[in-house]
C-alpha cells in the first residue's frame, strides 16, 4: 500500500535550517510528480513546492521561493525539502504528497517549528 514517512523536522530559530525527507514506498515513485505541503494550526493545508518526476522542474509558493529548494532520489524513493533562513510563518506540520500541487495527506508529517 502507499506509505510516505517524513522526517527532519524540529525546533529552529529565525534564519535557521532544516532539511526534510520523505520515504514513498507502495507505488511507482518515479513516475510520479511529488509535492510537499504543509498545514498551520486553525489553517488549511498550504501546497509548498512540487518537483517532476525526474526532478528537472520546480514549483514553489512565493512565500518560500528562494529560501526552500525540493530535490527527490528515485534510485532510494527519497524526496527531500531543504529549508533556509526560516520564518515564523514557516511553523507547521510539512508532509509530502504525491502529484502536482496537492495537499492530500497520506502520512504522518513532521514539524518544523520557528522560534526565537
Known amino acids: 500500500q502507499v506509505q510516505l514517512v517524513e522526517s527532519g523536522g524540529g525546533m529552529v530559530q529565525p534564519g535557521g535550517s532544516l532539511r526534510l525527507a520523505c520515504a514513498a514506498s507502495?507505488?511507482?515513485?518515479?513516475?510520479?510528480?511529488m509535492s510537499w505541503a504543509r498545514q498551520s494550526p486553525g489553517k488549511g493545508p498550504e501546497w509548498v513546492s512540487s518537483?517532476?518526476?525526474?526532478?528537472?522542474?520546480?514549483d514553489y509558493v512565493p512565500s518560500v521561493k528562494g529560501r526552500f529548494t525540493i530535490s527527490r532520489d528515485n534510485a532510494k524513493n527519497m524526496l527531500f525539502l531543504q529549508m533556509n533562513n526560516l520564518k515564523h510563518e514557516d511553523t507547521a506540520l510539512y508532509y509530502c504528497?504525491?502529484?502536482?500541487?496537492?495537499?492530500?495527506?497520506r502520512g504522518q508529517g513532521t514539524q518544523v517549528t520557528v522560534s526565537s
Open positions: 518537483i517532476t518526476r525526474n526532478g528537472d522542474v520546480f
Open positions: 507502495g507505488f511507482p515513485f518515479d513516475r510520479m510528480y
Open positions: 504528497a504525491i502529484g502536482y500541487r496537492t495537499t492530500l495527506q
